[in-house]
């Protein structure tokens, strides 16, 4: 069963640094491309960052671009999201997505929330 | 970018009702258009892929159609379970994009 699981949320303060975890079971992690999403609160969903297989391809949101950086361990199954230079409108729910190529999200895991607020 | 715009909004609708949600890709994205359901405090669930393919395990009474900018999907008869809100998302080129969002409650 494929199985991503989002960690490392929490509430911290405007200008500060946060990085989120996915760790994924349940499939080959290194065959599959990955992505970042987010939900502010009542919000649609929006789409923050992608990497490829073996991270030869990167691409990110204007909205996040360098502030925020993903990156993947192979080796531990893991998905990374560097988030820094937080602010108030970054609050929202991160979810990693898994796919099998760009523009596909297949399976998603629950998220983890994160609240910028002083 | 690439906007898509999900119509309508919300809709209400009783249980055996045929639904239809419609989304519109402001330039051609061939059928790089997927269709999610998500319902409330969970993550979305890939339920159309490729503007027409089922994704596994999803009932049948799901459906998607169209190509290049207009794409549409279906619920044949409406389940309890379906009450939800549905989002397309354009899989063509980045930045990916998602509609607004279509909510289904009942009437």
């Known amino acids: 069963e494929v199985q991503l699981a989002e960690s490392g949320g929490g509430v911290i303060q405007p200008g500060g640094s946060l990085r989120l975890s996915c760790a994924a079971s349940g499939f080959t992690f290194r065959n599959y491309v990955l992505n970042w999403v987010r939900q502010a609160p009542g919000k649609g969903l929006e789409w923050l960052a992608y990497?490829?297989?073996?991270?030869?391809?990167?691409y990110y949101a204007d909205s996040v671009k360098g502030r925020f950086t993903i990156s993947r361990d192979d080796a531990e199954n893991s998905l990374y999201l560097q988030l820094n230079s937080l602010r108030a409108e970054d609050t929202a729910v991160y979810y990693c997505?898994?796919?099998?190529?760009?523009?596909?999200?297949?399976?998603w895991g629950q998220g983890t929330l994160v609240t910028v607020s002083s | 970018d690439i906007q898509m715009t999900q119509s309508p909004s919300s809709l209400s609708a009783s249980v055996g009702d045929r639904v239809t949600i419609t989304c519109r890709a402001s330039q051609s994205i061939s059928t790089y258009l997927n269709w999610y359901q998500q319902k409330p405090g969970k993550a979305p669930k890939r339920l159309i892929y490729?503007?027409?393919s089922l994704q596994s395990g999803v009932p049948s009474r799901f459906s998607g159609s169209g190509s290049g900018t207009d794409f549409a999907l279906t619920i044949s008869s409406l389940q309890p379970e379906d009450f939800a809100t549905y989002y397309c998302?354009?899989?063509?080129?980045?930045?990916?994009?998602f509609g607004g969002g279509t909510k289904v409650e009942i009437k």
């Open positions: 990497v490829g297989i073996s991270s030869r391809s990167i």
């Open positions: 997505a898994r796919g099998v190529g760009l523009g596909d999200f297949d399976y």
């Open positions: 490729g503007a027409s």
């Open positions: 998302q354009q899989g063509y080129i980045t930045p990916l994009t």
